[in-house]
């Protein structure tokens, strides 16, 4: 075999090990950047976010229709992050049992609610204001779904964090070093725990990261703020000692919320019932919330009735929170309700209750979002009965 032959034999060889070698490495480097969490294809520059199961979440080229059907409305309670304390056996634990959840139980609702195809819209892509005959009225906006998806709207009640909850949950909304949402909370040992995993705000936002199309329009729960005892577990209200600084360190939790898109809503003062209190008491109640609430949050157009104890529309309490500029007002139902008032610029509205009781005793209720036999933790709760 001459020279020639022996040469073109080694060309040939390692030409097609060099296309070989390419072609492995080309794949080794889709590996690497599908094994990270953004990606950005090259047909559409569009972002992308991939799954905890690897699937690419994108909003590309989803068809819309608008929305003619009721609405789900569901709320919860700050989580419980410290089952060990919550229910310890003391005064608190059948407490914290009725009305809160667990970090692992929120988790497992999220997911379910996920999958069962309901999307996160917010208050404000649901009703309008307008003007009719000189007077202002409340109505419907067209809201656009994609197809296959059900709008359900969320919120969350008494985020104070006041004396009553802090052991079983978190002691306040921070601003992590990276200035994101986070929970703070001290042990009994004085130890000093950060955290983005036990709390229902850190939760949704690293769950839409994941699941951006969870989110219509950047939609986000509502928070219900009381001020008894300060807002996100700042001591905001007028007794507290340094009034000042906590209510510095508050705005800025509050405007890292309001740019992520999350609301807010009057829970009252007080959190007393509305339907017992005087009207003179009831109105000083609204006022202190205005004026040390509102003051930090700004002001809002939705009011959630404490307990869930609302009053008629033709009630003179219903008409002062009209003055004040409340349009929305939240009730506790069974079921999707609402009632576009007619005669003056308001909405009547039930949400379902997330929590202890239901969990325990009103499966079937919920059974289009999850089944609380797969949610519920029994093994942290107190043993007491159970509806199934």
Known sequence: MNKKVIAGIIFTFVFIGS????????????????????????????????????EISTQKNIKKKPWKGSIENIFFHPLISNPEVAFNGDKRSNNFDDWFITVGEFNKILKSIYDKDYILVNIKDVYEEYEQNGQKRMRRKELLIPEGKKPIIMSVDDLSYNDGMRGGT????????????????????????????????????????????????????????????????YSTDLSSKNYES?????????????????????????????????????????DKWEREVASLIGQTPIYVYPHGFSVKSSDSKLKYLQSKGFKIFYSVG???????????????????????????????????????????????????????
Request: glycine share 8%; with cysteine.
């Open 19 to 54: 296309i070989f070698l390419g072609f492995n490495l080309g794949k080794q480097d889709a590996k690497l950047v599908h094994s990270s969490k953004v990606v950005q294809t090259n047909s559409d520059k569009k972002t992308q976010r991939i799954g905890g199961n690897g």
């Open 170 to 233: 978190s002691d306040k909304i921070i601003l992590d070093s990276k200035g994101d949402i986070a929970t703070f909370t001290k042990g009994d040992n004085e130890e000093e725990k950060i955290s983005k995993d036990n709390e229902i705000i850190p939760i949704i936002e690293g769950f839409i990261k994941i699941h951006p199309e969870f989110s219509l329009n950047g939609a986000r729960p509502t928070i219900a703020l009381t001020g008894y005892q300060g807002i996100l577990g």
């Open 246 to 286: 906590e209510r510095k360190e508050a705005k800025k939790v509050v405007d890292k919320l309001k740019k992520l898109g999350w609301s807010f809503a009057s829970h009252s003062y007080g959190h007393n019932n509305t339907q017992k209190m005087p009207l003179d008491k009831f109105k000083i109640d609204t």
């Open 334 to 388: 069974k079921e999707p309700y609402e009632q576009i008032l007619k005669d003056s610029c308001g909405v009547l509205a039930d949400r379902m209750a997330v929590d202890g009781i239901t969990l325990r005793k009103r499966r079937e209720r919920f059974m289009k979002f999850y089944d609380s036999k797969d949610i519920i933790d029994l093994s942290v709760r107190p043993k007491r009965e159970v509806g199934f």
